[in-house]
């Protein structure tokens, strides 16, 4: 079957910290081991703001952002045989290949080939005769995109793309940072510094895990209400208090918490969390994202029992975790609708991305193509 160049509307990032523009661009056929996708839902991330408004790396642009969204396959490049044309598909910015080292090991979920760079310089994108680089391996705010057959998950055709979308990033960050990398226990203590979508995951992610004690953490005191609809008991504002938080919430708790998760990507919340964990079996873990600032920390945090752990993609292999939170979500064991505030149009990405940058959303889910 002959496959030609699409031409499709997408939201193009022509610089850093400038509104994205609404252009005609040109996605290219899928080539060997890649698969052309109509994304039908695409939600806005705080990733996405940290490489326009944050990082912005001037070499990482123009870009198409997006790399929360799910679609269906439109065509597929030669030795794709996974995929078919009609396939229901969430893309994903980590790949899984299944065959290194890593992938074999059950210890983690990172690979061998994993996306390293913000923007790739292998795109199949053109706008106005220049190449369009590809954002985190995926570029969701198009009609159309071309992702490597590794970073792709085949999900159940009975998901609502414009709902599901969302476990392509945040819900499954914040969940399984819970469950896969704290390992939250039953009856335990916990706390979630950060009430974004991925923080609810964690709280949602720690409620599911049988937590008997969840206090949610944020600055931002209308979180309070939501924080209970995923799971939280407590809600503390650091702002109602003159001391460090982390000592509240050592007061709150006795001597600390089980289990504290960071989902903010600020470097004195880290160490709060850290903590804020109890001395001797504390267990501590770094979501949020940031490469602008170390951190430091006292030694003694650690030598006294404490433990500190990262997790990428809430620890789940992607190919393997993401049709699987599919089907919690189908099984009504997770929650999604509820992280929508809002449903817009690709058109409105620069609305969607004022929402997210100013904190007035938990996730603005934009529809891109029609199914």
């Given at each position: 079957m002959q496959v030609f160049v699409i031409k499709c509307k997408a939201a193009v990032a022509w610089e850093p910290n400038k509104p994205v523009v609404i252009e005609e661009i040109?996605?290219?056929?899928?080539?060997?081991?890649?698969?052309?996708?109509?994304?039908?839902?695409?939600?806005?991330?705080?990733?996405?703001?940290?490489h326009l408004f944050e990082g912005m790396n001037k070499d990482g642009f123009p870009t198409v952002l997006g790399h929360e969204a799910a679609g269906i396959v439109e065509s597929v490049g030669p030795g794709v045989t996974e995929f078919q044309p009609g396939d229901k598909v969430i893309p994903i910015f980590l790949s899984q290949c299944q065959e290194c080292h890593l992938c074999k090991n059950p210890k983690t979920n990172q690979t061998r080939i994993h996306q390293e760079t913000m923007s790739a310089v292998e795109s199949r994108f053109t706008c106005k005769g220049k190449r369009v680089l590809q954002f985190m391996g995926t570029s969701?705010?198009?009609?159309?995109?071309?992702?490597?057959?590794?970073?792709?998950?085949?999900?159940?055709?009975?998901?609502?793309?414009d709902k599901v979308c969302l476990v392509g990033c945040g819900i499954s960050t914040g969940y399984g940072a819970a469950v896969n990398t704290a390992k939250v226990e039953p009856g335990s203590t916990c706390a979630v510094f950060g009430l974004g979508a991925v923080g609810l995951a964690a709280v949602m992610g720690c409620k599911a895990a049988g937590a008997k004690r969840i206090i949610a953490v944020d600055i931002n005191p209308e979180k309070a209400e939501k924080a209970k609809v995923f799971g939280a008991t407590d809600f503390v504002n650091p702002k109602d208090h003159d001391k460090p938080i982390s000592e509240v919430l050592t007061e709150m708790t006795n001597g600390g918490v089980d289990y504290s998760v960071e989902c903010v990507g600020n470097v004195q919340v880290m160490r709060s969390a850290l903590e804020s964990s109890a001395q001797g079996w504390g267990v501590s873990v770094i979501v949020g994202w940031t490469t602008l600032h170390d951190i430091a920390i006292q030694p003694i945090h650690l030598i006294s029992g404490r433990t500190w752990k990262g997790s990428l993609f809430g620890g789940f292999k992607s190919k393997d975790g993401v049709p699987k939170m599919v089907k919690a979500y189908l099984d009504k064991k997770l929650k999604l609708d509820e992280f929508i505030t809002h449903n817009m149009t690709l058109d409105q990405a620069n609305d969607a991305i004022e929402l997210m940058k100013n904190c007035k959303c938990i996730r603005a889910v934009m529809s891109v193509s029609p199914q």
């Amino acid at each position: 079957m002959q496959v030609f160049v699409i031409k499709c509307k997408a939201a193009v990032a022509w610089e850093p910290n400038k509104p994205v523009v609404i252009e005609e661009i040109e996605v290219a056929p899928p080539q060997a081991n890649e698969v052309r996708i109509k994304i039908v839902a695409t939600a806005v991330c705080h990733s996405d703001l940290y490489h326009l408004f944050e990082g912005m790396n001037k070499d990482g642009f123009p870009t198409v952002l997006g790399h929360e969204a799910a679609g269906i396959v439109e065509s597929v490049g030669p030795g794709v045989t996974e995929f078919q044309p009609g396939d229901k598909v969430i893309p994903i910015f980590l790949s899984q290949c299944q065959e290194c080292h890593l992938c074999k090991n059950p210890k983690t979920n990172q690979t061998r080939i994993h996306q390293e760079t913000m923007s790739a310089v292998e795109s199949r994108f053109t706008c106005k005769g220049k190449r369009v680089l590809q954002f985190m391996g995926t570029s969701t705010f198009s009609e159309y995109t071309v992702v490597h057959q590794m970073a792709v998950a085949k999900i159940d055709p009975a998901a609502p793309l414009d709902k599901v979308c969302l476990v392509g990033c945040g819900i499954s960050t914040g969940y399984g940072a819970a469950v896969n990398t704290a390992k939250v226990e039953p009856g335990s203590t916990c706390a979630v510094f950060g009430l974004g979508a991925v923080g609810l995951a964690a709280v949602m992610g720690c409620k599911a895990a049988g937590a008997k004690r969840i206090i949610a953490v944020d600055i931002n005191p209308e979180k309070a209400e939501k924080a209970k609809v995923f799971g939280a008991t407590d809600f503390v504002n650091p702002k109602d208090h003159d001391k460090p938080i982390s000592e509240v919430l050592t007061e709150m708790t006795n001597g600390g918490v089980d289990y504290s998760v960071e989902c903010v990507g600020n470097v004195q919340v880290m160490r709060s969390a850290l903590e804020s964990s109890a001395q001797g079996w504390g267990v501590s873990v770094i979501v949020g994202w940031t490469t602008l600032h170390d951190i430091a920390i006292q030694p003694i945090h650690l030598i006294s029992g404490r433990t500190w752990k990262g997790s990428l993609f809430g620890g789940f292999k992607s190919k393997d975790g993401v049709p699987k939170m599919v089907k919690a979500y189908l099984d009504k064991k997770l929650k999604l609708d509820e992280f929508i505030t809002h449903n817009m149009t690709l058109d409105q990405a620069n609305d969607a991305i004022e929402l997210m940058k100013n904190c007035k959303c938990i996730r603005a889910v934009m529809s891109v193509s029609p199914q």
